[in-house]
């Protein structure tokens, strides 16, 4: 999952830079709304894979620092920490 679709799916702009604790919060929240058992046995499917998809994000998002970080050089996405170190960037 991309760290701007998981932004989106836990209600934040894609250009966001949320804290921890804001993403836990989201998380939080997103979980309540779509938790399966909260259906009737008609929409569990598709709350449950509502539900799991969330849960993705937030995975994708729980660290802030290192997990699911994209890093930005010279407006190209890297993941690549020798890109981030010849940056002057540290983790």
Same mark, same amino acid.
């Given at each position: 999952?991309?760290?701007?679709?998981?932004?989106?799916?836990?209600? !934040?702009?894609?250009?966001?830079?949320?804290?921890?604790?804001?993403?836990?919060?989201? @998380?939080?929240?997103?979980?309540?709304?779509?938790?399966?058992?909260? !259906?009737?046995?008609?929409?569990?499917?598709?709350?449950?894979?509502? !539900?799991?998809?969330?849960?993705?994000?937030?995975?994708?998002?729980?660290?802030?620092?290192?997990?699911?970080?994209? @890093? @930005?050089?010279?407006?190209?996405? /890297? /993941?690549?920490?020798s890109d981030v170190f010849l940056m002057g960037y540290t983790h």
């Amino acid at each position: 999952m991309e760290v701007e679709e998981a932004k989106i799916l836990l209600g !934040f702009p894609p250009n966001s830079r949320p804290d921890p604790s804001q993403v836990k919060a989201a @998380y939080r929240k997103k979980v309540w709304e779509s938790h399966p058992d909260l !259906f009737p046995d008609d929409q569990k499917l598709v709350a449950e894979s509502k !539900f799991k998809s969330i849960s993705e994000a937030y995975s994708c998002l729980e660290s802030g620092d290192v997990k699911g970080q994209w @890093y @930005y050089r010279a407006g190209k996405k /890297t /993941t690549q920490h020798s890109d981030v170190f010849l940056m002057g960037y540290t983790h």
